[in-house]
Structure formats: structure tokens, C-alpha cells
């Protein structure tokens, strides 16, 4: 079975959002790329209050300081495709009015075709929920579950009623409609999380930190679905943060997924083996504008697809 491949979209500060979005968009659908994508950084703590993802003394990279908002990245490559699916991994889902998350993601998705995929997490900065959510840190998963019922609500038959703690809709009619269910995946790393992702979505957003680790966790989630009678199929997304850098690196300290084209390509085949359904590779960080972008993009899809991915 050939993996499905999806490219991350320019959305930091090296790139002009208006005019680089829309072009490395049409570039990667012409390139074969089958999936656009976005993820969420709603700001830039400094000092920081606290280590990235939450990790004591570990430092919010660079590229966090200017991250655009992904809906408005994602309209931007949906007005300029046809047929690549266009998703996010992840939205901070607590960071957003529940309601008006459900009617922006409809929105996109009827005006798209039906190309949308919404992944959520529930994220990790205390800053962030400080600034933007709707509720505490320490309800964040409660938020994320009544954030994925009131999108199954609005994006459902009229009239559409839902009496949740924030959120409370009288019988109302809610357009415009999705062009199809809109597949919710998550992002889930613990054993609640996982639970919830069994329970009440329809896929899993891991990460690349290395074949083994993504394996086992793979395992992990298909037990628990079958200890809980799941038999609908769990749509698969791993997310790649590539650092890509014109030579390869050498050195016994090389993590999954840098170094030059060859070594990322190298990565991609070892995690494609997982048999999940598609690699999402996000290149953006470690790229100088959006020329280099598209290069690299073009060069990682060729060689990964000559390997056989």
C-alpha cells in the first residue's frame, strides 16, 4: 500500500503569507502532495513562563515567535486547490469558541468540496490558555470533549439543539452544512486521551520521534480499540518536523528526520514500514523562503516515492 503524503504550509515569519500560501499550495498539488496542513502556535511567551511542551528548561524554538492562524492559512490553500485535503495538526481546540470553531470548519469544508480534516489536541501552554481559551488549563480535556460534541451538533441535521457546560444552543438552524462528515482525528499521547480518541473520533495524529517509539504507541491505541469494541478503522496521520539542512548530518547525535533529502527520505521509509495511512512533512522551519520550500518538497515526494513510499 503506497502512503499518502502531505506537506505542512508556510506559516512563519520567513514567508509572505498572502502570496507564499497560496503558491507552495498549487506546487505541492502539482506535485503530487495529496494533503495540505496547518498546526497552531498562538503566541510567543518571553520571557518563558515555561519549557516547550511544557518540559522545564527546554526552549520554544525560534520559529514559534510568528506562526499565522491556521484557518486563515488553510482558506488561503483551499481557494487555491482542487483536490488536496486540507487539514490541521493540530488546533489547540480549547483556544476556540466551540460554536464558532464548528461554523468556520463547515464553512471551509463546504466551500472546499469537502476537503477538510479536523485534527485537535488539547495543548500544553499555560500561556496560550491564558490569553485565548474559553476555559482553564486544568479543564482542558473537558473542553476538547465537549468542543468534538458540539461539531458533530452543528454539522448535523437541523434543527440543531445541544446543552453543554459552555456551550448551550437553542433548536436552531446552523449553515452552511459540511460537504461531508468532517473527520475529526486527535492528537492523543496519554491513556485518557487515547480512550477519548477510541470512543468519539475517527483518527490519530501521532509524531515522528522515531519508528520504534511510533510502532508501540500504534500498538498501544489498537488494543485499546479492540478492548473497548472498536471495529470502525482509526484513520492514521503522523506528523514529520523535519530539519532539513543542505548536507547530511553527520554524527551519532542525528535525530528522526534530520539532516539532508536522503536522510529524511531514509526516516520517512522506516516509518512508512509502521504501516500507517499518510506521512504529513513539515518542512517550513529549516527552509529559507518559500522557493527553497517548494524545491525541497518536489525532491523529498520524488525521492520518497522512488523508495517505494
Known sequence: MTTRLGLGLPQMRQYDIGKD??????????????????????????????????????????????????????????????????????????????????????????????????GLGTGWSHDEYAAASVRPF????????????VCRAVWGPDPVVYDGEVTKIASSVVGPKPARPIPILLAAGSGKARRRLVDHADGWLPTGMGAEVVAEQWRQLRDL????????PIRTVLRVNCQYSRANHEGADRRPFQG???????????????????????????????EELKDVAVEVYEKARAAGI
Not at 138 to 149: Q, Y
Not at 225 to 232: I, L, Y
Not at 260 to 283: F, K, M, N, P, Y
Request: overall charge negative; charged content about 25%; aromatic content about 6%.
Open 21 to 118: 500560501v497560496p503558491d507552495v499550495a498549487r506546487a505541492a498539488e502539482r506535485t503530487g502532495y495529496e494533503s495540505l496542513w496547518v498546526f497552531e502556535r498562538a503566541l510567543f511567551p518571553e520571557p518563558a513562563t515555561q519549557g516547550l511542551y511544557g518540559i522545564e528548561g527546554l526552549p520554544w524554538p525560534d520559529s514559534y515567535r510568528s506562526v499565522a492562524e491556521p484557518l486563515v492559512t488553510l482558506t488561503l490553500a483551499a481557494a487555491a486547490t482542487e483536490r488536496a485535503q486540507l487539514g490541521t495538526s493540530v488546533l489547540v481546540a480549547p483556544l476556540h469558541v466551540p460554536f464558532q470553531l464548528a461554523k468556520a470548519l463547515a464553512s471551509l469544508d463546504s466551500a472546499s468540496g469537502g476537503r477538510v480534516v479536523a
Open 225 to 232: 480499540a479492540a478492548e473497548r469494541g472498536r471495529t470502525e
Open 260 to 290: 539532508g533529502v536522503d536522510q529524511i527520505v531514509e526516516d520517512l521509509a522506516a516509518h512508512a514500514e509502521i504501516g500507517l495511512e499518510e506521512i504529513l512533512v513539515d518542512l517550513q522551519s529549516s527552509t529559507r523562503d518559500a
Open 138 to 149: 486544568a479543564e482542558r480535556g473537558r473542553a476538547l470533549d465537549e468542543l468534538i460534541e
